[in-house]
């Protein structure tokens, strides 16, 4: 698998073919840029900035939906040991970290995931709840987001873009994937140069 690293126009880019598809769709006058944090929260945040001049009413919140494998990596005593070897790496060895995690994960195939929102959010307020993340990998974490929003706000058109769709056969799907078959470094990845 292939490992590319996102810069400032492909991420301008997914934002503004993330606009236009939901646009072909329809006007909707309300609109909430929900982003998944961690990774898809910076996207959810230039989507929004793209919007702010497009429609009268749009606001920005945020989720955190994650492996509970994803806490353990982010915090402890190894992730100093991580975070240290991260640094000292070439680029072709932190490539091949992210194709092993990726392939470890992908096998796995956990479901359980931790959800919290962050702040209030009213999805009453909402005809259009556009839920953005950095990439689908098994599709868990996507599916259960917006089966929660759905439940909160049965009326709004909930709309699911993503940077990556990492594999072939997700569980679950988002309506836009600007790229698929490929894993992406972002700028605020752990691994980013």
Not at 87 to 114: G, Q
Not at 137 to 157: I, M, N, T
Request: charged share 25%; hydrophobic share 40%; with cysteine.
């Amino acid at each position: 698998m292939k490992v590319i690293t996102a810069n400032e126009d492909s991420l301008r880019e997914f934002s503004l073919s993330t606009i236009e598809q939901v646009e072909s769709i329809s006007e909707f006058p309300n609109i909430l840029v929900l982003g998944i944090a961690n990774g898809g929260l910076p996207l959810a945040e230039m989507i929004f900035e793209c919007y702010k001049g497009r429609s009268k009413f749009v606001k920005l919140a945020s989720v955190r939906c994650s492996r509970p494998s994803t806490k353990k990596k982010n915090s402890g005593p190894l992730s100093k040991l991580f975070s240290t070897i991260i640094k000292l790496s070439p680029v072709y060895l932190l490539n091949l970290m992210r194709i092993t995690e990726h392939y470890i994960l992908s096998r796995t195939r956990d479901k359980n995931r931790e959800y919290i929102e962050i702040g209030k959010i009213d999805y009453s307020d909402f005809d259009l709840i556009l839920i953005v993340d950095d990439a689908v990998d098994s599709g868990y974490s996507l599916k259960f987001v917006a089966d929660s929003v759905e439940e909160k706000a049965p009326r709004a058109k909930i709309y699911k873009s993503v940077f990556v769709t990492t594999q072939d056969n997700p569980i679950y799907k988002a309506d836009f994937s600007y790229l698929s078959g490929v894993l992406v470094r972002f700028p605020w990845s752990a691994d980013a140069k």
